[in-house]
């Protein structure tokens, strides 16, 4: 004779085993089903991971040119300078003359204008400026006020920063992330559906065996736990094959990445999850399987529920 | 042991399964009940079994009420009293070791205990060499010998049994009446609805007769009318 204990770990996986080998179109319907609903809360997660550490990285690159007017004096460009390194968010200032700016600017357009070269009316034209690097914490949304603080110092005629567009790229990832949400809410309401609709049918199959445990006196949990381990292994099950399938996903937008936005480099940024968010998928996964089949049974045995179907005459 | 005080069994329809049923049995007895189809043996035992409640009136099992114990309290009662099935009731993917010790998982008797009161009770039954044989390996005899035995591993007072011997051969169905004796002779009271006239001849035991839900003859006296 095996171990006798009533709801022992293992005899629960036989119990579920041998409902899917009775009850196998159901239960593949299911995890099929739930497995999309997963894949698509775990895609949706991991798509905004990855816009925002595309954001990072361009936030990282960012720079802040302060162009300063044509007669601006010597003692007023220290000034600013000083300034300019009082403010928490910039990590280091550097002071570009007329001339470092036209050399630079010989070096990167030589290959595309050399009649420009020789121009010494451009050479006076190209202001000086400070050339900001930010520190790594600052968002690229908090950029335009930044910008706005250092146009009001004496002596700045001009400030850019060459990617006002972060700005609106990040306001289009946060909405993203708000309108994810309500997303994933969703999804997980109809995943609480879709496991109780399949412990429904699994109740429903084993109606017999509840009766006869019903009949020899146990009680309500003794019949609820094994459903709920169902429906928390068929969670897990489902996140788990989720979990391949957004990894294939992923593989998809790297291909995707590298062939449109070689510029940008996209697809060194496009990452799956790490270990420790995919095991606590897995644990998300088994607690709504566990969740959506606890709501189903919880009033499965009423304690009288075996009378429905004792059957005979009155 | 078991009361029933002026009991009204109503169901949707109105159907009156019962009216005004009395009835007493004390510990130890060995009744009979019978009554033709329909006539509310059956409302009867899931009453006593605490699987429905009276519409008016009162079942008390033991000391319990049966109207006014909570559902909490429902498995707490049903396992001081066995109930077999004429269909025997039992797990088709377990063995019989594992039908007849499921009671006594339930209470969460120790492993070592479970496997020696199996034994003994299937011991009991005649099945100590069919533990490990699953219930479509065996014969319908042998199956209700198995619902017995589960029914009897936790040594409950009462044992109520409707129709045991239903599905079962003239040779099969001693065969269970005998068992059944044995189980009475070991102090528990016993309760069985039959239609087996044969096997009331035999017994001399106390018959009562339900006709349209009411008592229509309780004593040791039988008549053939009556089943």
């Not at chain 1, 550490?53 to 044509?70: F, M």
């Not at chain 2, 009331?200 to 839900?213: A, D, F, H, P, Q």
């Amino acid at each position: 004779m095996k171990g006798m204990e009533l709801n022992s770990l293992k005899q629960m996986f036989n119990s579920y085993i041998r409902s899917w080998k009775t009850n196998g179109i159901n239960h593949v319907t299911t995890l099929i089903v739930l497995s999309f609903a997963f894949t698509i809360i775990l895609s949706l997660s991991t798509l905004t991971l990855n816009l925002e550490r595309i954001l990072t990285s361009w936030g990282k690159n960012t720079e802040i040119t302060v162009y300063l007017s044509d007669s601006v004096e010597k003692s007023t460009i220290s000034n600013l300078e000083m300034q300019l390194n009082k403010i928490s968010q910039i990590e280091s200032t550097k002071f570009i003359t007329k001339k470092d700016a036209h050399l630079e600017f010989k070096e990167q357009m030589s290959q595309y204008a050399p009649e420009l070269m020789d121009d010494e009316d451009l050479a006076s034209a190209l202001p000086q400026s400070f050339r900001l690097n930010l520190k790594p914490h600052v968002e690229s949304n908090h950029l335009a006020s930044l910008s706005e603080k250092i146009s009001s110092f004496a002596g700045v005629d001009e400030v850019s920063y060459g990617q006002q567009w972060v700005s609106q790229y990040s306001a289009i990832v946060e909405g993203f992330k708000k309108s994810g949400w309500f997303i994933n809410l969703t999804i997980l309401l109809s995943s609480l559906f879709i496991v109780g609709n399949a412990i429904r049918m699994s109740i429903s199959q084993k109606r017999e065996e509840i009766e006869i445990l019903e009949l020899v006196g146990a009680t309500n949990n003794m019949i609820r736990v094994p459903f709920v381990f169902e429906g928390a292994l068929t969670g897990g099950l489902a996140s788990a094959m989720a979990i391949t399938l957004s990894y294939l996903v992923v593989v998809a937008e790297r291909e995707i990445a590298s062939s449109i936005g070689f510029f940008w480099n996209f697809s060194q940024q496009i990452a799956f999850l790490d270990a420790y968010k995919l095991v606590l998928f897995i644990l998300f996964g088994s607690l709504s399987g566990a969740l959506g089949s606890y709501l189903c049974v919880r009033k499965l045995n009423s304690g009288w529920a075996a009378s429905r179907r004792l059957g005979g005459s009155h | 042991m078991i009361e029933l005080s002026h009991v009204y069994k109503s169901y949707p329809g109105p159907v009156h399964a019962l009216r005004d049923f009395c009835l007493k049995i004390d510990r130890g007895e060995f009744v009979f009940l019978v009554g033709p189809s329909g006539a509310g043996k059956t409302t009867l035992f899931k009453l006593i079994s605490a699987f429905d409640k009276p519409t008016t009136g009162y079942v008390k099992v033991g000391n319990k009420r049966i109207d006014q114990i909570s559902i909490g309290e429902v498995p707490y009662l049903r396992r001081k009293i066995g109930v077999v099935f004429q269909d025997f009731k039992l797990l088709r993917d377990r063995t019989v070791s594992e039908n007849v010790a499921l009671p006594l998982q339930i209470i969460g008797e120790r492993d070592s205990i479970i496997k020696n009161r199996v034994r003994e009770v299937l011991d009991q039954v005649g099945l100590k060499y069919k533990e490990e044989y699953y219930p479509e390996q065996m014969s319908g005899g042998e199956q209700q010998r198995v619902a017995i035995a589960r029914a009897l591993v936790h040594r409950p007072g009462i044992l109520i049994a409707d129709e045991p011997t239903g599905n079962l051969d003239p040779e099969l169905s001693q065969e269970i009446m005998n068992l059944l004796e044995r189980v009475h002779a070991q102090g528990t009271t016993l309760f069985v609805a039959t239609h087996d006239k044969g096997i009331i001849e035999k017994t001399n035991r106390r018959v009562i007769s339900l006709r349209e839900g009411s008592l229509e003859r309780d004593g040791i006296e039988f008549s053939e009318t009556n089943v």
